[in-house]
């Protein structure tokens, strides 16, 4: 397994600098509260990309 500190980025203007995983605005905290709730890390990895594929789709309806 890698570094997990590679990974994980605090910016203070994102998330009111809560960690966040690199390149997203989903916090640590997001992903604790997702799991916790009983999703699985399968699930968590396949809902962020549901939410990225949404977020896509909205820009391109707003880029028109």
Known sequence: ???????IAI???VRSGKPCIKGTRLTV???LDYLGSGMTE??????CLQW?????HMT?????
Not at 42 to 47: G, H, K, P, S
Not at 60 to 64: G, S, T
């Open 60 to 64: 391109e309806v707003v880029a028109l």
């Open 42 to 47: 399968d699930q968590d990895i396949l809902a």
């Open 29 to 31: 905290g997001d992903v």
């Open 1 to 7: 397994m890698d570094n997990f500190l590679s990974r």
């Open 11 to 13: 910016r203070p203007g």
């Open 52 to 56: 990225a594929a949404q977020r896509e």
